[in-house]
């Protein structure tokens, strides 16, 4: 079974600072995708950036990286120069890379970017 | 391209009552999912289908059903609605597995209420 942790419930981070979004993970599945997904207050589920178990380089997007860490079981998200726009639910995900794509999802923290 | 939208967008159901939640997709995607997201949580899997006339179970299948007779819906039924079942559902699609990691599609959610 896989499982995900989010031991932040909230987050106060001033604008234009990094934050960073703590993931731990556990499974038994050898290959596995791990993902970060936003969800504003008005409830969507918007995909920011997939790490594959197999990638020997951290993934990134724009402001968004992700610090995989194998060994530790940790898949922590990065934002880099904060915006007031970024402030909402962060879900860290993951799933098994072969057949159906069954997302587990972590609980998630709240990120709140003052100005 | 609509993408994934899923009708309605809010419902209100007493205890015993049924239901029907539809989620069309206009990507050709193979892969479709329902999840289910309670108040400060993360989204759960309810059911899944991998195409056409199949389904299967997911995380938390308990008084939910669904049918996939056309690539492009799938519905989730729900036979006798309880007050358990209050939750945000989300419908998301997938493309088959590739090399890489296929993103997941969501919809906008809908919101039911089940008093």
Excluded at chain 1, 21 to 44: A, H, I, N, R, V
Excluded at chain 1, 74 to 97: E, H, K, P, T, W
Excluded at chain 2, 62 to 90: M, W
Aim: proline fraction near 5%; hydrophobic fraction near 35%; glycine fraction near 10%.
């Amino acid at each position: 079974a896989q499982k995900i942790t989010q031991t932040q419930p909230g987050m106060f981070v001033q604008e234009k600072e990094a934050v960073t979004l703590d993931c731990t993970y556990d499974t038994s599945d050898p290959s596995y995708g791990l993902f970060w997904y936003k969800q504003p207050s008005s409830g969507e589920m918007i995909f920011l950036i997939y790490q594959g178990s197999y990638d020997q380089q951290n993934a990134t997007e724009g402001r968004y990286s992700l610090n995989f860490q194998k060994a530790r079981k940790s898949a922590n998200l990065v934002i880099s120069a904060s915006q007031l726009g970024d402030s909402a639910m962060y879900f860290c995900a993951m799933s098994a890379v072969q057949g159906a794509q069954k997302l587990v999802f972590g609980q998630g923290t709240r990120l709140t970017i003052n100005p | 391209n609509a993408g994934v939208t899923q009708t309605p967008k809010f419902r209100v159901l007493k205890t015993g009552q049924s239901m029907t939640l539809l989620c069309a997709q206009d990507m050709n995607h193979e892969y479709m999912y329902w999840y289910r997201q309670d108040p400060g949580m993360g989204l759960r899997l309810i059911h899944y289908s991998v195409g056409e006339g199949t389904t299967a179970k997911g995380e938390v299948p308990d008084g939910y059903n669904v049918s996939r007779l056309k690539k492009q819906n799938f519905l989730l039924g729900l036979e006798s609605a309880a007050p358990s079942q209050t939750s945000v559902y989300f419908c998301a699609s997938s493309s088959m597995p590739g090399p890489d990691y296929n993103e997941q599609f969501f919809g906008p959610g809908t919101r039911l209420t089940v008093l």
